[in-house]
């Protein structure tokens, strides 16, 4: 049971065991009826039923942990900053889909450059549902232009966006562009991170976990970032379950949380009484036409290709440093 065990792990990419466990319940149905993962009646009964504690303990040996902190690029933006911590047109509800926090990630290598490729992160607050574009610059125009594509794709209509303080989003477009459409406007408070929590956790656990901290510039960079991100948002949200906070109780200097069973953000949005019978229907339809073994092959080549392009350039930049220091030294 190891060796399927295993594959499941990874084709997940690499969840706890609590997340796991349902992963595999949901899932191992789908691949077998693409016929991913052949398996015999004992040991497809077994993985069915594993607990998560068995999961963590069976694979403890394989489990690699990284970490690695990036280095943050936001800078304040002063256009409008006080008009916006108001609710503008209703009240913030992180119970009904459509209030979504939106962040911004930059891909420079290490070394702060506003020129290179950003990706936006749009997380749904009260499902979880993720959706990621890749930004030429972080230019206005392209955070405006990415969101009206999402605003396309998402099953659910944006009803509130909560982004930080950077200039991006603090702009008299991005206000006028949810003025017109109703969406509620607000902001983070100034270095609280806490404040935009949900979309700060997506910006690893989906982002830098798909695609590093390689500086992405080129024209060739931007087009395999978008290929990526088309298959990993059906991936990420149909087939990763994620556990949202229920309580939190402090007792003395004791914090006790508590949370809902894992559910895919796709589950929860069937769930969910706010949700058109339409919109459930179109995403039943989407979700037994997908092979998560199959989106998660393209996925690892577009990753392979676009490692292999930062790697590259990686090198001549370090051979371009190392010979102009060599000059500056003679």
């Known amino acids: 049971m190891i060796s399927p065990l295993k594959f499941l792990w990874a084709l997940s990419s690499g969840l706890c065991g609590k997340r796991l466990a349902v992963f595999i319940r949901t899932t191992l149905p789908i691949l077998q009826r693409f016929e991913e993962l052949p398996l015999d009646s004992d040991t497809r009964q077994k993985l069915l039923s594993i607990s998560p504690a068995t999961i963590d303990r069976l694979l403890a040996p394989v489990r690699k942990k990284l970490q690695i902190k990036g280095r943050a690029t936001t800078k304040p933006g002063t256009l409008l900053k006080h008009q916006i911590p108001v609710k503008t047109f209703s009240q913030w509800n992180d119970t009904t889909p459509g209030f979504v926090e939106i962040d911004l990630v ?13 990706s936006l992160d749009l997380t749904d607050v009260a499902t979880g549902w993720t959706e990621t574009r890749a930004l030429k610059t972080k230019a206005q125009r392209w955070v405006l232009q990415a969101l009206a594509d999402i605003t396309q794709q998402l099953p659910f209509p944006i009803k509130g966006i909560d982004c930080d303080n950077g200039g991006e989003f603090i702009n008299a477009e991005l206000f006028r562009y949810c003025q017109q459409r109703r969406i509620t406007f607000t902001r983070s408070r100034p270095y609280r991170k ?82 058109s019978k339409s919109a459930k229907r179109r995403l039943r339809r989407q979700y037994r036409q997908l092979n998560p073994a199959a989106l998660r092959r393209q996925i690892s080549q577009l990753q392979e290709k676009l490692f292999t392009l930062a790697q590259a350039k990686q090198t001549v930049l370090s051979k371009r440093r190392t010979h102009l220091f060599s000059k500056v030294l003679t």
């Open 106 to 118: 930059a891909h420079d290598g290490g070394i702060p450059a506003s020129d290179v490729i950003h």
């Open 194 to 275: 806490n404040d935009s929590c949900f979309v700060e956790e997506k910006n690893y656990s989906i982002v830098r976990k798909a695609v590093g901290y390689f500086r992405y510039d080129s024209d060739e960079d931007l087009q395999l970032l978008e290929q990526l991100y088309c298959a990993l948002r059906l991936f990420t949200n149909f087939f990763l379950p994620v556990m949202k906070l229920s309580t939190k109780t402090r007792t003395g200097s004791n914090v006790k949380k508590t949370y809902d069973p894992p559910t895919t953000p796709y589950r929860r949005l069937l769930l969910h009484p706010d949700i």
